[in-house]
């Protein structure tokens, strides 16, 4: 069974700073990786998609990558804002088969 | 393109009643999918639809079932509401099987169960 950790669980940083989302997996066997955005109450917006063929991808601040072989990606996020404040979740997909989510990565970004 | 909508936004029910939550896809996707989200957790997969078939479901249930009409739209029917049904409940939408099939996903529906 596919398992999923977040970690950190919260975090709380200046605005400025650079920081990094990890996430692990514990089957390889993906086809891809999604990061996701929640804000509280709403619904989860697609910041980023790794194929498992795929190192790294970059959308703006935000740069994810993948290492399937040990089972862990990363979501950094450059140059932090207030407006980054939000839930941040990963999800892998095996085969066209469904997303297994971690718990989230609270963000709060303070001005 | 109007993404992925979700109806409605939030509900309250009475414990026994039944449910009917809807989703239309991303214009372009065929397979829709139904997640709940307990409050502080990750998205749990109730189950998949894919031309008008459940594929996949996970590990919820009978009482929650679901559709899919001839235009990918689709409906999560959830009965005898219990308390612990209270979550947001995400619809989901994909198109493809490869590599770089991405899920969309909807606003979501706030049920509370009283």
């Known amino acids: 069974k596919q398992e999923v950790t977040q970690i950190p669980a919260a975090l709380s940083v200046p605005e400025g700073e650079n920081l990094v989302l990890n996430c692990s997996f514990t089957d390889s066997a993906i086809y891809n990786l999604q990061w996701f955005r929640q804000d509280p109450g709403k619904g989860l917006t697609s910041l980023l998609l790794?194929?498992?063929?795929?190192r790294e991808q970059t959308s703006g601040r935000l740069n994810a990558s993948l290492d399937k072989s040990s089972g862990r990606s990363t979501l950094y996020i450059a140059a932090s804002q207030p407006g980054d404040s939000a839930t941040y979740l990963c999800?892998?997909?095996?085969?066209?088969?469904?997303?297994?989510f971690g718990k989230g990565t609270m963000l709060l970004v303070s001005p | 393109d109007a993404g992925v909508t979700q109806s409605p936004t939030h509900l309250i029910k009475t414990r026994g009643q039944q449910v009917t939550l809807r989703c239309s896809p991303k214009s372009g996707h065929d397979t829709v999918s139904w997640y709940q989200q307990a409050l502080g957790q990750g998205p749990q997969f109730i189950f998949q639809?894919?031309?008008?078939?459940?594929?996949q479901r996970g590990n919820f249930p009978d009482r929650f079932s679901g559709h899919q009409f001839p235009n990918y739209s689709s409906e999560l029917n959830v009965n005898a509401l219990l308390l612990g049904d209270s979550a947001l409940y995400l619809c989901?939408?994909?198109?493809?099987?490869?590599?770089?099939?991405?899920?969309?996903f909807g606003q979501g529906t706030r049920l509370t169960v009283v």
């Open positions: 999800a892998v997909r095996l085969g066209y088969s469904t997303l297994t």
């Open positions: 989901a939408s994909s198109g493809g099987t490869g590599q770089n099939t991405e899920a969309f």
């Open positions: 790794i194929q498992s063929s795929q």
């Open positions: 639809y894919y031309e008008e078939e459940e594929r």
